[in-house]
């Protein structure tokens, strides 16, 4: 680390995985063969989707905006860390450190409130089921959706402008890309005000939409608990269980990222959870929810079988 205040610095030093340089083109080829898999994947649930007029529906509206997400999300990271593995240690402009850590926050965010949006879809679906289609318009969707990208885009710029006015002393990250923690480690003095900062957009970005699954959820619950027929809480919970198992995923390693002190932080265990969060969680949504859901599947099938007949 360069000592003293680098607040002129122009570049930064990407460090990723250089401590296990013997495995980099492994993990070049396993990383490269995920990122094509889960482009492939999420592009044909969005194309499935957009292609079946039987999955016009809130739910699928909602899921489609998922995937499209999850490739820019992905797309932020992966390039990055295939460019590490490739050269080793990567020098990156300050202004190109500042826009990566920005659009990772904003997919990142947006990722957030988008599957609170869903779980308050299926709120109505299950809760009020009469009123389902006169709550859950497409206007409503849309404004919830509109609202995920704002509040991305909130939390991204105030983060990196907070982050990248701050002095720093040091070049060298840590890390496959600029990370908000590693960062952390680069600026003058105490950091305190900066992990407080963290924590506080850490509440707003992940806590607060991850209550409001929650209470969706012990609504939903209750609701069918409360059915008359075996038959109808099965089918209320296939619904359900998809998205349920996205959120775990999601909020389970993206929480023990953001929700903690500084003074836990590793920088193996760091990287180890960025790439959960940000390789494996996007390459399953697809499969969870496709595998999982019967009408998925249906349309699916029905594509296939078209193709088919083309060829």
């Known amino acids: 680390m360069i000592l003293g205040n680098l607040s002129g610095l122009s570049e930064f030093r990407l460090l990723g995985f250089s401590g296990i340089s013997n495995l980099h083109p492994l993990l070049f080829v396993v990383l490269l063969s995920l990122y094509i898999l889960t482009l492939m994947a999420n592009t044909v649930i969005a194309f499935i989707i957009k292609s079946d007029n039987s999955l016009h529906t809130p739910m699928?509206?909602?899921?489609?905006?998922?995937?499209?997400?999850?490739?820019?999300?992905?797309?932020?990271?992966?390039p990055a860390i295939l460019e590490n593995l490739m050269v080793g240690t990567v020098s990156i402009s300050k202004t190109r450190c500042a826009m990566q850590m920005f659009f990772f926050l904003f997919f990142g965010v947006a990722e957030c409130f988008l599957l609170a949006a869903m779980s308050l879809d299926r709120y109505f679906a299950i809760c009020y089921p009469l009123h389902y289609t006169i709550i859950m318009s497409s206007r409503l969707c849309r404004s919830l959706v509109a609202g995920s990208y704002i509040c991305g885009t909130a939390v991204g710029l105030v983060h990196t402008l907070i982050t990248f006015s701050s002095p720093l002393c040091g070049s060298a990250i840590d890390h496959f890309f600029c990370e908000i923690q590693p960062l952390l480690d680069l600026l003058c003095g105490s950091t305190f005000p900066s992990e407080i900062q963290v924590i506080v957009v850490a509440v707003f970005a992940i806590l607060s939409p991850f209550l409001l699954i929650i209470y969706s959820y012990i609504r939903i619950i209750s609701t069918i608990l409360h059915m008359a027929s075996a038959e109808s809480q099965e089918k209320a919970?296939?619904?359900?269980?998809?998205?349920?198992?996205?959120?775990?995923?999601?909020?389970?390693?993206?929480?023990?990222?953001?929700?903690?002190?500084?003074?836990?932080?590793?920088?193996?265990?760091?990287?180890?959870?960025?790439?959960?969060?940000?390789?494996?969680?996007?390459?399953?949504?697809?499969?969870?929810?496709?595998?999982?859901?019967?009408?998925?599947?249906?349309?699916?099938?029905?594509?296939?079988?078209?193709?088919?007949?083309?060829w």
Request: net charge positive.
């Open 237 to 310: 919970f296939s619904t359900c269980s998809s998205h349920l198992l996205v959120v775990t995923l999601f909020y389970g390693t993206a929480g023990s990222m953001y929700l903690r002190p500084k003074y836990s932080y590793c920088a193996a265990v760091d990287k180890f959870l960025s790439l959960s969060y940000s390789v494996v969680t996007p390459l399953l949504n697809p499969i969870i929810y496709s595998l999982r859901n019967k009408e998925v599947k249906r349309a699916l099938k029905k594509k296939w079988r078209k193709s088919k007949l083309v």
């Open 60 to 78: 699928y509206f909602f899921l489609t905006q998922l995937s499209c997400l999850d490739i820019c999300y992905l797309s932020v990271i992966i």
